[in-house]
C-alpha cells in the first residue's frame, strides 16, 4: 500500500529539480522525501536515509497531502 497517491511524471521531474536548485536544504530534503515514498519505501526507510525523525516524515507527508507543493 502507497502512503502517497500517483505523482504525475512531469511534477515529479520538477520536484526533482527544485530540490537539486534550492538553497533551502530543509526544502529539498522535503522534496527528496516526498519522491522516495512515492517510490514506496516506507516512512521509517525514508526518515532513516534521511536522517530524520519518523515523526517529521510523516508531518512530510501530511503537509504534501493537504497541500501539494506550496510552502
Do not use: Y
Not at 516506507?42 to 517529521?56: G, K, N, P
Amino acid at each position: 500500500m502507497t502512503i502517497i497517491t500517483a505523482i504525475p511524471d512531469e511534477q515529479r521531474r520538477l520536484m526533482r529539480k527544485e530540490a537539486q536548485q534550492t538553497r533551502d536544504k530543509n526544502h529539498a530534503r522535503r522534496l527528496i522525501a516526498i519522491l522516495m515514498l512515492h517510490r514506496g519505501m516506507t516512512v521509517i526507510e525514508v526518515a532513516r536515509l534521511l536522517c530524520a525523525a519518523r515523526s517529521s516524515a510523516g508531518r512530510w507527508v501530511t503537509w504534501f497531502t493537504l497541500h501539494g507543493l506550496k510552502d
